[in-house]
């Protein structure tokens, strides 16, 4: 992150596929030009030495002054005056050889090289250093630290010695102090240590002698060679240092103090003074590549920054030095002490930076990257202009923003946007839009068969059926026990999907949700794509609808339905990529419930209901129902073709019967369990009006019975409120248990958290106090815990159950309700909305005092008598302690139903535009 | 191509390139015909080391496990000024009050600077209600439920577990690299140049074990070698202290730090000791730690911005801003000092100050969503309307899910600054949507259904607020009036209570207050 960017000047790309690092590169005047003119040497890994003097800007091919090819890579290059005349030579690291080269102008475009010596190393050789050992004038000599810890120094032709350093794993960057005439290596113990020159050349040169010093335990007396290699100093740095270089960064020090040691470490970067002590860190806060310490200021002569391997021939003159920072985040950092002075963005990622004067310009950059890209850079200072364009030239054009702004606010207006309910969120009612435009977009469209499948059609769970689909949602504990696979009913519904838009749907899903013990084998369906279905030629209608087959099953022993149609969305992304959806509501035949069995007598319940026709057959009625019905018990019904009984069988055990009494055209419903009867009630009733709508509207019949009452159905005895009642509070209770249970055991947490808590202060102390029964508690509350949660499992099973229980009966008490007081549909669609069969569990309210609410709703406004009435106010929605104000609630809803007050402001005298807020609700 | 170089010296050039698989492979080649090499097996471990290797200094955030098992107990009414919980307001301090300038969800002032730790909250201490903070913190920590932005890791060894997973999978098949618990410490610890290494990958890599025992091992190794160095070595005493820390045992931690401190004067150690106090939440104590390393350091960033980050938290405003200014003087290019001044700036009504600063911070290459919409804002207050809708046309552009909500919410306090009502409301609708946790935007949407003589949906608007943060003051304010205004007294008396308990010196509420107590006086 800086404000500024480095600036190329010169650049060129070395070779291709070619490696470098760190030492690959040194600047120098290296064919002692007497301009003085510095020349960038590089070396890569294959072994290339390219020598390039960049004349101006931009690369000129007059730029390459050398390219040869050296046997073997080229690990570390240096420049330094190896010879003793004053001439620059060039010295070559390769892993196995040392060589020093001489370059000589031959004309003004070219380099020639000719080797001057070379010296074979014994050892793999990791890096070198260059300096005047010994505070030798006049000459440079060469150190070459190898992969095994020796150090083995060069004057010149000669071979000087080669020392161990102690206790050595993995060479690190090394350096020379001229000032201390000491060498400075990291360690792979992540310390820095520093070696006097003298103490090196005194110590004893072989490995074995060494070690047995250290065996024996001091030097053996009389042996001229036999000190130890002792360290000047070490510091723990505890990071690896990445590179060690001498300069004089502080600037408080005096001109002539000597030189400091900056190491540039993974995190830090760390300057030291040449005893070891620690003068400056400075943590980074990001991955340095490399540095280059180089003179600040104008006063410092070409010379001393080129001549980069002796800094102790000018070290007395130099003012303080800055250092030159590349980071791995491409940036360029210029401290100056502790200061950042400059930081500029970079276009590489360097392992190698260099300041150098080139061309007679000052402080030019060299940076190298590893893959051999060599760049000249200059830091500068304008600002980059293309981020700062918020201040952009472009005329916003208000006009036009209103414009859309304004369709923009009707749009939304138009998708009912202008309020706010906490409750709706706004995407709700964008897909209720969406699904109003949908629903001429892509029709769904069910065939529900009347027969159940055949039983080996029938789809294990688990075997052969889709992985991962079976009942894992809704179903639940229904759905358990799928090994009873004999009593399993299974119905296979086709869905028939057209799409009526030209073009073709994307990311089609059918989801389809069905009442509780049925289970929908899939769930969810996934169609990638939709092809509109009419083709072209015949555009009017869908044509060919695609066919998806939904399988649904209902498990052996399952319980009573709290409803009888399925619903199924489909979820579709249309071709301007908006995310729309369809639905349909499936009605589920009677046969995936129940099954016809001879006529029982269980008349524990019972429901009487009349019409105002003939009574009519029962056989005829339930045709579809008697098909699939045992063939014995079918031929016995059959055979009495005016049975005027007939019983169904429930999957729970359930058994409900119609009677009909042939004269009067009343059926009675009698059955042992309340809840079951619904199903029948509303089945009896459905096929009642089909069979004599149709009946009727064949024109001989019609002719017959001119103009025939509508059909109807009424119930005159008193509505079986407590019957109701009873499954509203064994619902309740269920909920009170399961709401006892979570508390106990969040007790029960609590404390198993606390026993933890003082169990783990009691292990941790070093001196622990006896457990004192801890431990005993600790696993009893643990049982507790599993026992409550065990408990609680079961509860909700049962609540479930109870719920669904309570659905069926209120589907009775609501269809009952229609009979008795002779609703209009849209009545009882609305009383359906208030007295909803949906029992939804939720955490703190549930159907009581969602139904509660909304029994005081119906109360204040459409059924209100007074106005007195219509002010009372709503208490929040809170859980219920009791269910006696809802059963009251209830009650007086019905009395005011059966006193003539009605929901729909049409069909009363009652208060109008009470509608409106009985649906919102 | 490069056959004669060893492939030591290449996995050692590749390890300072940062080229880390590069590295790794040599290494496992190398140790695939070598298995004893120790040089591969050196150069390998710090490869992957430094692949995992994270800051440690700075705050990192607590995880759930970690407050669960808390057992430092630390003044639950602390002072004000000394503690990071209980920041000055008011006119005691020289902070802005929260009408100017809001406040994090920690109950802290809002700094321009996201770091981990600042937007969490501390519970235990930060929370007004002590026993409900773990419960607080577990709703959040709930995938699904609470914000992104707010949720908390599970533990915090969580986070490590899967840096640790990541690279265990690049090192390679058959099993972790190093199986420390198979490993005879005590023979590693008596080898300096290996310990180090080998210490560190268990720290930072190695946690295929429990987070626990893998930091036992660590406690085990570094004893085993601060014994052998002769308990003169600053670096396996810090180690120790990191692995104290790890362990939750903050005071042991501070023993072996304070005793390195004693060996050798490392900028490490100030941080560590540092982030220790805060974490036992001594503020002052951190203070006093950075300004003496800042004496002795003269000129470290860090040091400044530690004590700059501690000053803003305890409402220090003026102290903060010297400190971001002296930053600022060293290093001219810090983002974070930046982006605090400008914040300041904005909140003490210069906004044009703050637009330069923003600028700067977007020429230096902080192209964010938030640079953007905090410029928009910016410009707004600045008089500059034009720029504010590209700024906040590019804050949308850029802006990812997580923030998104705060952007629609800027751009309707814009819509209310221009009195475009059913704008901000669509706006604040839109940050609600995106963001059901967005305190402020229901409470600003509540306002609105005021205005429109909605009460009801007022006040689910506050409920919802109310249920989604608690450090909002303006909303319990604001159901307090309503409540007020409906002749609820004794819930408006509750709700003005809430918001003086979140900001005690609040005026209105002060007059709320004395308005009800004369009312139900009067009855």
Sequence with gaps: MSLFSSREWWSTRLGTAEEFDQGSIAIANIDNDPNGNAKIITGSLQGMLRVHLPHQRGYHVEDMLLETELEGSILQLAAGNFLGSSSICLAVLHPRKLAVYALQAVGS???????????????????????????IAGVEHIVVQSYDGQLT?????????????????????????????????????????????????????????????????????????GKRIQADWTVVLG?????????????????DAPADILVLAEHTFFVLNLQGQLLLQRRLDY??????????????????????????????????????????????????????????????????????????????????????????????????????????????????????????????????????????????????????????????????????????????????????????????????????????????????????????????????????????????????????????SSSRGPGEPLAVQVVLQVPAGSSIPAANTAEVVACYRSADKQLQCS??????????????????????????????????????????????????????????????????????????????????????????????????????????????????????????QQQPPPFSITFEESLPLQDVFELVDRHFALRAALAAANEALEQREVQFRSVQKRLLVRYKDRNA???????????????????????????????????QALGAGVQLLLLLTRFRFKLAAEESELLRCALSPVVLEGPEVSWEETTEAAMTHLLRSALARSAKDAAAAVPPLAPAADTARLKKHISLVLERLSKGMRLVAGSSSNNGGSAAAVAAH | MVADVHPIWLAQSKLRRRRYDECIQLCTDALQRNPVDQVAWYLKCRAITLKSWIDDTEIEEEGVADLLMDEHNVAQVARPGTSLARPMTGAAASGQSPVVRPMTGSGRPLTGFVRPGTSAAR???????????????????????????????????????????????????????????????????????????????????????????????????????????????????????????????LRDAEKQLASAAKNQDM?????????????????????????????????????????????????????????????????????????????????????????????????????????????????????????????????????????????????????????????????????????????????????????????????????????AADHVFELHYNAALLAHRQGDLQEAVSQVKEALALYPEHTDSLELKKLLKAQLNAL
């Design chain 1, 287 to 536: 991955h340095p590549a490399c540095c280059w310490p180089f003179p600040a200021g104008p006063d410092s002569s070409s010379s001393s920054s080129s001549a980069t391997a002796n800094p102790n021939q000018q070290q007395q003159q130099r003012p303080p030095e800055n250092l030159l920072v590349a980071t791995h985040t491409k940036a360029l950092m210029v401290y100056r002490g502790q200061e950042l002075a400059w930081a500029a963005r970079l276009e590489m990622l360097p392992v190698a930076v260099r300041v150098a004067a080139l061309e007679g310009m000052q402080g030019m950059i060299v940076a190298l990257d590893d893959t051999g890209k060599l760049s000249v850079l200059y830091l500068g200072s304008e600002p980059p202009k293309q981020s700062v364009s918020f201040a952009e030239s472009k005329q916003l054009d208000y006009a036009a923003m209103e414009a859309e702004r304004k369709a923009l606010l009707t749009q939304i207006k138009a998708a009912g946007g202008a309020g706010w309910d906490p409750a709706a969120t706004a995407p709700a009612a964008a897909a209720g839009k969406g699904a109003a435009a949908a629903a001429k977009d892509l029709v769904l469209r069910a065939q529900v068969p009347s027969r159940l499948d055949d039983a080996d059609r029938i789809v294990r769970e688990g075997g052969e059926g889709p992985p991962g689909s079976n009942a894992d949602g809704v179903a639940g504990f229904g759905a358990a026990g799928g090994a009873a696979a004999a009593g399993v009913k299974q119905l296979t519904v086709t869905l028939l999907l057209s799409n009526t838009t030209k073009s073709s749907m994307k990311d089609v899903s059918i989801s389809i949700q069905v009442p509780a013990p049925v289970v929908a084998l899939q769930q969810q369906l996934l169609l990638p794509e939709l092809p509109p279905s009419s083709s072209s």
């Design chain 1, 583 to 704: 639905q349909l509501a499936l009605q589920l035949p009677m046969i995936l419930f129940c099954q016809v069995i001879p006529p029982v007598k269980s008349a524990e319940y019972k429901v009487t209901v009349a019409t105002n026709r003939d009574a009519a057959q029962l056989v005829a009625l339930f045709g579809d129902m008697l098909v699939q019905a045992h063939p014995a018990h079918a031929e016995a019904l059959s055979r009495s073709q005016a049975a005027n009984v007939m019983s169904f069988h429930f999957g729970g055990g359930q058994e409900v019967t119609i009677l009909v009494s042939k004269n009067a055209g009343r059926y009675r419903l009698q059955a042992d369990s309340f809840a079951a009867m619904w199903l029948v009630l509303q089945e009896l009733s459905r096929r009642l009006a089909g069979h004599f709508a149709a009946a009727e509207a064949k024109p001989a019949a019609a002719q017959q």
């Design chain 1, 769 to 803: 106090a006896p457990l004192n029964q801890l431990d005993v508690l600790m696993e009893e509350t643990y049982d507790q815990i599993l026992d409550l949660a065990t408990q609680m499992e079961q509860l909700q099973a049962e609540l479930l159950a109870a719920g």
């Design chain 1, 239 to 255: 990071e690896a240092a990445l590179d060690i270089r001498t300069g004089r960064i502080t600037a408080n020090t005096r001109a």
């Design chain 1, 109 to 135: 475009s070219y380099l020639q090289h000719s080797k001057i010596y070379e010296h074979y190393l014994e050892h793999t050789a990791a890096n070198m250093a260059t300096g005047p050992f010994g505070g």
């Design chain 2, 123 to 249: 519970p235990g201490t930060g929370s007004t209600k002590p026993g409900t903070a773990l419960a607080a913190a577990l709703k959040a920590a709930r995938p699904g439920t609470g914000s992104s932005s707010s949720s908390r890791p599970l533990t915090t060894s969580g986070r490590f577990v899967r840096l640790g997973t990541a690279s265990l999978a690049a090192a390679g098949h058959g099993g972790p690299f190093i199986a420390a618990e198979r490993l005879d410490l005590r023979k590693y610890a008596a080898r300096p140049h290996l310990a180090r290494v080998l210490c560190d990958y268990i720290l930072y890599v190695d946690h295929n074990m429990q987070k626990d025992h893998n930091m036992q091992k660590v406690l085990e190794l570094a004893g085993h070698a601060t014994a052998e160095a002769g308990f003169a070595d600053w670096w396996w005493k810090e180690r120790l202290g990191k692995a104290y820390y790890q362990l939750g045992l």
């Design chain 2, 267 to 467: 900028l490490v150690l100030t941080h560590q000791l540092a982030k220790i106090s805060t974490r036992l939440d001594q503020p002052l104590a951190a203070l006093s730690l950075f300004s003496e390393a800042a004496g002795r350091h003269p000129g470290d960033i860090g040091l400044l911005l530690g004590q700059a980050r501690l000053q803003e938290g305890l409402g220090n405003r003026q102290a903060a801003l010297a400190l971001y200014h002296q930053v600022l003087a060293l290093d001219a290019s810090n983002v974070e000092a930046i982006a605090c001044l400008a914040a300041d700036h904005f909140y003490s009504d210069q906004p044009e100050l703050a637009l330069r600063y923003y600028r700067r911070l977007l020429q230096m290459g902080v192209v964010s969503a938030e640079t953007w919409a905090n410029l928009g804002l910016c410009c707004f207050y600045a008089g500059q309307y034009d720029f504010t809708f590209s700024c906040f046309e590019r804050a949308l552009a850029l802006a990812g899910d997580a923030a998104l909500p705060d952007i629609w919410y800027n751009i309707g306090q814009v819509a209310i600054g221009i009195g475009d009502l059913s704008w901000a409301q669509q706006c604040f609708r839109l940050a609600a949507a995106l963001d059901p946790g967005h305190a402020e935007a229901l409470n600003n949407l509540g306002v609105l259904q005021l205005k429109r003589r909605q009460p009801q949906q007022a006040a689910s608007c506050f409920r919802a607020g109310m249920k």
């Design chain 1, 153 to 225: 120094f060069f004057e010149q032709e000669a071979m000087a010695f080669s020392r161990f350093l102690p206790s050595f794993l993995l060479p690190g960057p090394l350096a020379y102090a001229a000032a201390s005439d000491s060498f400075i290596t990291s360690t792979a113990g992540l310390e820095l240590v520093a070696y006097k020159y003298s103490n090196l050349a005194a110590a004893s040169g072989s490995k074995e002698q060494q070690q047995q010093q250290q065996q024996a335990g001091g030097p053996p007396a009389g042996a001229v060679s």
